[in-house]
């Protein structure tokens, strides 16, 4: 792919969260010595990737592996640790306020709870022209009105009801809602975090198919946060599968499902539910996930990994590139072609 | 026009018609207002001038005694001040004070609550520890201390000349700590909310989301403790009355002519400490009546959830 074509970039990005809390809870004993100690969560590691003009990339992983801190991270509600993140060919991370604010209009975030997402106190109207008005003080009531009227319409609520509040929608109609107040100001690159996970399951179709229809009448480009596989098959472009704040492969959607190479991928999608496959075709992995606090060496999947050797214990796998760059996978086993 | 259609349409009226608690208080408490706010031109006396008053006059019974005047409606107090007109000027002052403190400590409050629970971190720490350490003191110890460096600062004759701005500032800075603290609690529920994300994506600054945002969210507890704080108010300025720190006896509120009256309630004079009382608990409880109806409405989840 040329260099033109990528929306949003990620380089080497690292979350922490630091939980030790006040000094004295930070003060340890060792070796008979009071030090001073800090606690982190390693949410996100060293995570690179690129999103392509008008893709869907679907980020996909166990809970606590840290999707939703990646994407929190990429719109700018956290800042990074360290890493860079790239807008087309700006750098964004390290921008002040109003500097960012341009990029705001271009980069806007879905959320995950429908209940959550709207101000209880601010009818629909309301919460649709605000971010209108902010970004674009110079523009007349009537046009505001006419776009609120025009979004509402787009994602398929009745503009009758502009003058409601959030509570008098259902969980379905208030995603609606909310992906129009994502609209408002015509992004580019929209951030989805689970944005039908908390819905009912005969409305999550109803809901992807208005963000598919979004992405062509608006030219949207998303980055979809999920943990439903059979979403991922159905509308992303490439798949990217985290592990522990780690990346364990990024390619496009119809290699992943037809041929995973990493072993932590090869284990998750062979969790997804197929008529007439038996049970013990699946892949079962031992013991639990590691403490986001204390990693593991070397690959973060050692612990699990059917394949894992002495190298993977040691040794932090280096993404290996194939197909231009669209796609890599983080395996000394792959790499040494052993699996 | 077009703005009185709206409110007459509205669901406010609507709910405040269909409530006779909300009716009936409401109509007593603007009652109460006119009266006393209209003192001077209704009452039949001028407690405040001191050329119409009589020690002969004191302690005269209400009218339907014996011993009662007709021109003394329910008794004169231990000045020979009639009862009803003291009553009318005192129920202004108390609550000229009263509303004028919870302003004030609703100001403070809910602008430390807002700042602690949004910030956090250091800014938190030492708004919350400062609330806990005047918390560790009574009230009405922390308003004695006020009230006595004022006094110290001004001198007593200046100070009961500027008893009602300063007892509205005492009492202000004495009860902040409720709002900041029961503001704070809300706000750290509130910000960790979807809501507020969507707000910083868009791209608004701190204060916008602040008080746009957060802030309409965390009223309903501010409105329920603000009629609370109101009852409070009049009684701290009560209590301060009585220690002599408060209005003086020239100018006296409700509370300061409780407690002037408490002094001759055994000796029979009981008109003078239960008439003042009655109209305080009156007072009191219709502030409340309307605050729970005023929370009830403010809420929208509670009316058409």
């Known amino acids: 792919m040329h260099r033109e074509n990528r929306l949003v970039t990620i380089n080497k990005l690292v979350k922490k969260f630091d939980i030790s809390g006040g000094f004295l809870d930070q003060l340890k004993i060792e070796n008979k010595k009071i030090v001073r100690k800090k606690t982190f969560v390693h949410a996100v590691n060293d995570v690179s990737f690129t999103v392509n003009k008008g893709e869907i990339l679907s980020v996909v992983g166990e809970s606590g592996c840290g999707k939703s801190t990646l994407a929190r991270v990429v719109v700018g509600l956290y800042s990074p640790w360290s890493g860079e993140i790239f807008y087309k060919d700006k750098r964004i991370d390290n921008l002040d306020g109003s500097q960012m604010l341009s990029y705001r209009k271009k980069m806007q975030m879905i959320f995950q709870d429908p209940y959550a997402s709207l101000n209880p106190r601010m009818t629909v109207k309301k919460t649709l022209e605000e971010p209108l008005r902010f970004h674009e003080p110079s523009i007349s009531n009537s046009e505001i009105e006419e776009k609120v009227l025009y979004v509402m319409e787009q994602v398929g609520v009745n503009p009758k009801w502009a003058d409601r509040y959030p509570h008098e929608f259902s969980g379905g109609q208030r995603q609606r809602v909310s992906i129009a107040r994502a609209l408002m100001v015509d992004p580019e690159f929209i951030v989805a975090d689970e944005p039908i996970s908390a819905l009912d399951v005969s409305i999550q179709a109803q809901i992807l198919n208005l963000l598919m229809d979004a992405r062509d009448n608006f030219g949207l480009t998303y980055m979809l946060i999920t943990h439903d596989l059979s979403v991922v098959e159905h509308i992303s472009t490439r798949v990217c599968v985290m592990y522990l704040g780690t990346v364990c492969e990024i390619a496009p959607v119809r290699n992943i499902f037809s041929n995973p190479l990493h072993p932590y991928t090869q284990a998750l999608l062979s969790a997804i539910p197929k008529p ?30 059917l394949y894992a050797d002495e190298r993977c214990r040691r040794e932090i796998p280096k993404p290996l590139s194939y197909d231009n760059g669209e796609s890599f996978v983080a395996c000394h086993g792959v790499e040494e072609k052993r699996i | 026009m077009d703005k009185w259609k709206k409110f007459k349409e509205s669901y406010f009226l609507y709910s405040f018609l269909r409530d006779p608690v909300a009716i009936v208080s409401f ?16 009452a039949p006396h001028d407690p405040y001038d001191t050329s119409t008053i009589s020690i002969m006059d004191s302690e005269i019974p209400p009218v339907w005694y014996g011993e009662g005047d007709d021109n003394f409606i329910l008794g004169t107090d231990s000045q020979g001040r009639d009862m009803l007109s003291t009553m009318m000027y005192g129920m202004r002052v108390s609550i000229i004070i009263g509303i004028g403190a919870v302003a004030l400590q609703a100001f403070l409050g809910v602008v430390i609550g807002l700042l602690s629970g949004y910030i956090g971190g250091r800014v938190d720490a030492f708004f919350m520890r400062l609330a806990d350490i005047q918390l560790s003191f009574s009230t009405l110890m922390v308003a004695i201390f006020i009230s006595a460096i004022f006094q110290t600062a001004f001198g007593v004759g200046k100070y009961s000349e500027y008893a009602v701005p300063i007892l509205v500032l005492i009492i202000g800075i004495a009860e902040w700590p409720q709002y900041a603290r029961t503001v704070r609690a809300s706000v750290l529920g509130e910000k960790e909310k979807e809501y507020v994300e969507a707000a910083k994506v868009i791209g608004f600054g701190s204060r916008w989301i602040m008080f746009r945002h957060i802030l309409p969210n965390t009223l309903s507890p501010v409105f329920v403790i603000s009629t609370i704080q109101v009852a409070n108010a009049v009684m701290s300025e009560a209590a301060l009355s009585f220690l002599g720190l408060g209005m003086p006896v020239t100018k006296p509120s409700l509370g300061s002519l409780i407690n002037l009256g408490f002094e001759y309630i055994f000796s029979g004079s009981w008109w003078i400490t239960i008439f003042p009382g009655i109209l305080l608990i009156i007072l009191v409880l219709v502030v409340n009546l309307l605050g729970d109806w005023l929370r009830d409405v403010l809420n929208p989840k509670l009316y058409k959830g």
């Open chain 2, 27 to 42: 109509i007593i408490f603007l009652f109460l207002v006119i009266v006393s706010f209209s003192a001077p031109l209704i």
């Open chain 1, 276 to 305: 007439g496959v038996k049970k013990k075709e699946h892949i079962k992995l031992k013991g639990e996930v590691p403490t986001p606090i204390v990693l593991p060496t070397g690959c973060v999947f050692h612990t699990r990994c």
